[in-house]
């Protein structure tokens, strides 16, 4: 009996797993929104991209090491689909702020913009609230507490879709180079659909936590 208990993993490291992977999107929206407030640092910028590419590659294998874990036990946690869905949308998360950095670069921006500075520090206070979600999640008794983040976490994806539209008005109102409004157009966007996929998330541990609460 020892031996197969050896042999089983444990349902916990889902859990441990879900934390590591929400800790390094809580350190990668931070180093974003460092990179946007210090842009004109060149050096800088190019270590912070570089570490941003760093932290999703350690959250790629942080999702496939879910994914096989679902496959070796015969009784999970949480539902199997629901646990594919969480870490998944989690993983999108970190997905965009590595397109958003890796554009910056790419698109040869030279100048961001405050309402840029904004949207990055909404998705690093998005994606911190979310790490303190999903580390109540192995415990239902903290179901109160989970939604109450969870609806934060969707007030602040509202704030961030009314900043990206008025920077995006703006833009077309004020700037008169075609190549920057391109370039800030993307840069918004993603900073904003970033946003959304931390409400996704956030949707998915709420919907979680009332089934099993």
């Given at each position: 009996?020892?031996?197969?208990?050896?042999?089983?993993?444990?349902?916990?490291?889902?859990?441990?797993?879900?934390?590591?992977?929400?800790?390094?999107?809580?350190?990668?929206?931070?180093?974003?929104?460092?990179?946007?407030?210090?842009?004109?640092?060149?050096?800088?910028?190019?270590?912070?991209?570089?570490?941003?590419?760093?932290?999703?590659?350690?959250?790629?294998?942080?999702?496939?090491?879910t994914v096989a874990l679902i496959q070796t036990?015969?009784?999970?946690?949480?539902?199997?689909?629901?646990?594919?869905?969480?870490?998944?949308?989690?993983?999108?998360?970190?997905?965009?702020?590595?397109?958003?950095?890796?554009?910056?670069?790419?698109?040869?921006?030279?100048?961001?913009?405050?309402?840029?500075?904004?949207?990055?520090?909404?998705?690093?206070?998005?994606?911190?609230?979310?790490?303190?979600?999903?580390?109540?999640?192995?415990?239902?008794?903290?179901?109160?507490?989970?939604?109450?983040?969870?609806?934060?976490?969707?007030?602040?994806?509202?704030?961030?879709?009314?900043?990206m539209r008025a920077a995006i008005s703006k833009?077309?109102?004020?700037?008169?180079?075609?190549?920057?409004?391109?370039?800030?157009?993307?840069?918004?966007?993603?900073?904003?659909?970033?946003?959304?996929?931390?409400?996704?998330?956030?949707?998915?541990?709420?919907?979680?936590?009332?089934?099993?609460?």
């Amino acid at each position: 009996m020892n031996l197969i208990a050896k042999l089983v993993p444990r349902e916990n490291r889902f859990f441990e797993l879900f934390n590591q992977h929400a800790s390094l999107a809580a350190e990668a929206s931070g180093v974003l929104s460092g990179l946007l407030k210090d842009y004109q640092d060149e050096t800088q910028r190019l270590v912070r991209i570089e570490r941003i590419n760093d932290l999703e590659h350690n959250a790629d294998r942080i999702t496939h090491e879910t994914v096989a874990l679902i496959q070796t036990l015969f009784v999970t946690p949480l539902d199997r689909d629901d646990i594919h869905r969480l870490i998944s949308r989690m993983d999108d998360i970190l997905d965009l702020m590595q397109d958003c950095a890796e554009s910056l670069n790419l698109y040869d921006v030279r100048q961001v913009t405050d309402p840029a500075i904004e949207l990055a520090g909404l998705l690093q206070t998005c994606c911190v609230r979310l790490q303190s979600a999903v580390a109540l999640l192995n415990n239902m008794r903290n179901a109160p507490e989970a939604l109450k983040i969870c609806r934060e976490i969707d007030n602040l994806e509202s704030q961030a879709d009314r900043v990206m539209r008025a920077a995006i008005s703006k833009l077309f109102r004020d700037e008169a180079d075609i190549r920057q409004v391109i370039k800030l157009k993307a840069v918004y966007e993603m900073l904003e659909a970033a946003t959304d996929k931390c409400q996704d998330v956030a949707n998915l541990i709420e919907n979680i936590t009332l089934q099993n609460a």
